[in-house]
């Protein structure tokens, strides 16, 4: 098991900014990469960026330019910085860690964070 925990999560208005953290409690930390989902009332668990043992990252179409995902191996956290919220960014957003970065689907990561609740509302 590889417990996450999530943080970071807030109420904004549309342009704001928030940074989540999600810290991993394992030895291995590095072994993994590590990935951002959001879901949203309603709708299935998607995507947002993931990033590699060493750094490699990729972003969702939607978010690309805006947020930024990356990682302290040190720290044993992984980080999702976003800018110019939109309403349309609002959901709970997940960490994960798995074997592989470069996919996007959700069964493809091992270990789940709770999840932080972001609001983007004027």
């Known amino acids: 098991q590889v417990p996450l925990a999530e943080s970071g999560g807030d109420l904004v208005q549309p342009g704001g900014s928030l940074r989540l953290s999600c810290v991993a409690s394992?030895?291995?930390?590095?072994?993994?990469?590590m990935a951002w989902f959001r879901q949203a009332p309603g709708l299935e668990r998607e995507f947002v960026a993931s990033?590699?043992?060493?750094?490699?990252?990729t972003h969702r179409d939607s978010v690309r330019g805006r947020f930024t995902i990356s990682r302290d191996n040190a720290k044993n956290t992984v980080y999702l910085q976003m800018n110019g919220l939109k309403p349309e960014d609002t959901a709970i957003y997940y960490c994960?860690?798995?074997?592989?970065?470069?996919?996007?689907?959700?069964?493809?990561?091992?270990?789940w964070g709770q999840g932080t609740q972001v609001t983007v509302s004027s």
């Open positions: 994960a860690a798995g074997p592989f970065y470069n996919t996007m689907t959700p069964g493809d990561y091992d270990y």
């Open positions: 394992t030895r291995t930390f590095s072994n993994f990469a």
């Open positions: 990033i590699s043992w060493n750094g490699i990252s």
